[in-house]
Structure formats: C-alpha cells, structure tokens
Nanobody
Framework: QLQLVESGGGLVQPGGSLRLSCAASGFTLDGYSIGWFRQAPGKEREGVSCVSSSFGVTNYADSVKGRFTISRDNAKNTVYLQMNSLKPEDTAVYYC??????????????????WGQGTQVTVSS
C-alpha cells in the first residue's frame, strides 16, 4: 500500500521552530517531486514548498521564504520541512504530497497523486 505519513507537528510559541517529516511506505520517493501544503481553519489549502525529483530544485511560497527549508533524504525515504521563526498565521494542518514528475510546483495541487493524512501545527503563546 502506497502511503505518506507526516509527523513532527505540535504546539510552538511564536518565533519557535519545528521540523516536519514526510515518510513514504510502499514506494520510494526517489523519482517523485514532493510538496508541502497547509490548510488553516476556514481557508483553502495552499502550497508551502516543494522539492523536485530532478536535481532537488526547491520552491517556496512567498509567505515562508527565508523561514522554511525543504530537504529530502532519499536514503531514508523521507522529506523534511524545517520551519523557523514561526508566526501565528502559520497555524494549519500541514500535508505532504508526491507527484511522479521531475519538476515541482508549489502553486497548484495538480499532479500530486499521493497525499498524507496531515499533521497539526499550532503557533500560539
């Protein structure tokens, strides 16, 4: 069974950090571009960051540039999202998704075939 599992979410104070993990089972992430998306209460899901399968090219939403870093460890079959300088507006359920293509897009969910169940990130004092 092909599955993505997110972990690492939690409650953190503004200015704090979290590292999310996206682990694949049933398939290898090598060859897949991986995206991180988030959905805040009452809002549509939006793209946060992605990393391509080809050359590891990364893209970020403007709202997280300079604060979030995406990386992949194909040996561990895992993609990470390091989130620093967190703000209350980063509060959301974060999802990872996999697309079997060499490039990645953060602005659209189109082409992402597999999705995780999500992990809650809450930024609050």
């Amino acid at each position: 069974q092909l599955q993505l599992v997110e972990s690492g979410g939690g409650l953190v104070q503004p200015g704090g950090s979290l590292r999310l993990s996206c682990a694949a089972s049933g398939f290898t992430l090598d060859g897949y571009s991986i995206g991180w998306f988030r959905q805040a209460p009452g809002k549509e899901r939006e793209g946060v960051s992605c990393v391509s399968s080809s050359f590891g090219v990364t893209n970020y939403a403007d709202s997280v540039k300079g604060r979030f870093t995406i990386s992949r460890d194909n040996a561990k079959n895992t993609v990470y999202l390091q989130m620093n300088s967190l703000k209350p507006e980063d509060t959301a359920v974060y999802y990872c998704a996999a697309a079997q293509r060499p490039f990645c897009l953060v602005a659209t969910e189109s082409g992402y075939d597999y999705w995780g169940q999500g992990t809650q990130v809450t930024v609050s004092s």
